[in-house]
């Protein structure tokens, strides 16, 4: 990654999602996620198939290819296996494209930068959608919340207009940064 920041947050963001998934047991697969209409495992396998996406993005791969992937089962035996391999591709892709040039996403064309920023709140969000499909607290540092609220604001509120996240729910001044981004993105905390 050409940049420390960005990096830095997208290792917390793994970190978050690891730790979501390590809750993951068979007990829950079948159970509903945080995602309306799909199951835990529906949304494990949405995660870990993005990281495939996304290093297909930004290597430049069909379209049709990428889209292609998302009827696929990404999960095998180990799906924390499974994640790592799909995570290592695309930090390896986005160590090495041009990350100004823009990648055909099925939103629209965005940039390679704006793809990796996507993937944090992946990551993040998604742990709070399976964490609430476990029965667990959502292990986001706050020091993440405060970043992609502050960073990644206007993104969640954009990506909600493409229907990405649900529409936007009023806060309270009370709340921490990690309540504030789970309003933001249309989720309870």
């Not at 050409?2 to 993951?24: M, S, Y």
């Not at 079948?30 to 495992?41: E, H, I, K, M």
């Not at 969640?156 to 309270?172: D, N």
């Amino acid at each position: 990654m050409p940049d420390p920041v960005i990096d830095a947050q997208l290792d917390c963001a793994e970190r978050c999602w690891v730790t979501a998934l390590g809750r993951f047991g068979a007990e829950a697969v079948d159970r509903p996620s945080g995602c309306a209409g799909w199951t835990n495992r529906d949304l494990v396998n949405h995660l870990v198939g993005g990281g495939l996406r996304y290093a297909m993005l930004l290597r430049q791969e069909d379209p049709a290819a990428v889209e292609a992937t998302r009827a696929e089962d990404h999960l095998g035996e180990d799906p924390l296996a499974a994640f790592w391999e799909r995570e290592r591709d695309f930090r390896a892709s986005a160590g090495e494209c041009d990350l100004d040039r823009d990648v055909a996403h099925r939103i629209g064309p965005i940039s390679g930068h704006q793809l990796v920023r996507m993937r944090i709140l992946e990551l993040t969000l998604h742990a709070a959608d399976l964490s609430t499909g476990t029965g667990h607290a959502w292990p986001v540092e706050e020091s993440l919340a405060e970043w992609i609220e502050s960073q990644l604001g206007d993104l969640i509120v954009s990506l909600g207009a493409t229907g990405g996240y649900a529409p936007p729910r009023k806060a309270s001044a009370s709340v921490t940064a990690a309540e504030r981004v789970l309003l933001l993105s249309g989720r309870t905390p």
